[in-house]
């Protein structure tokens, strides 16, 4: 077993763009479940983050950290937040997923999602202040 880090926030080389991102789960009968998308047991494991790393999408790493359930005697959130506050961090394994394009699971799993990136050298909030469209169609 490797030495166990901390995972940080996103980050790349130069970070010159940096930010969030929200997903809803698609409830909806034909949304895909995530522990079966990648190919766990949600009765082993509760996954609680995904890394997606690299440009090219095709090609990107996709990750999943997930707590080991029975491990940890995590059954439900409360319990997962007990755990939370007794150790001052979620104890998770990594699972590099292979075989299992990104815009594929984003599509199949999830119902909306947002990435916002913005300057790293902002500091302020935005305010739109005027709207237009670009692109084919558009002037």
Not at 93 to 106: A, E, S, Y
Request: a negative charge; hydrophobic letters at 40%.
């Amino acid at each position: 077993m490797r030495e166990s880090e901390t995972l940080m926030t996103a980050h790349v080389t130069r970070d010159d763009w940096t930010g969030s991102a929200a997903a809803a789960v698609d409830r909806s009968a034909h949304g895909a479940d995530l522990h079966e998308y990648v190919g766990l047991s949600a009765d082993e494991w509760w996954i609680v983050a995904i890394d997606l790393i690299g440009a090219d999408w095709d090609y990107a790493e996709l990750c999943v950290y997930a707590v080991d359930r029975k491990r940890h005697g995590v059954d439900d959130w409360d319990s997962l937040q007990l755990l939370a506050e007794a150790n001052g961090t979620v104890p998770v394994t990594k699972f590099v997923i292979r075989g299992v394009m990104p815009t594929d699971l984003f599509a199949d799993v999830f119902r909306d999602i947002h990435v916002q990136l913005r300057r790293r050298d902002i500091g302020r909030d935005l305010v739109i202040t005027d709207r237009r469209e670009l692109g084919e169609g558009h002037d």
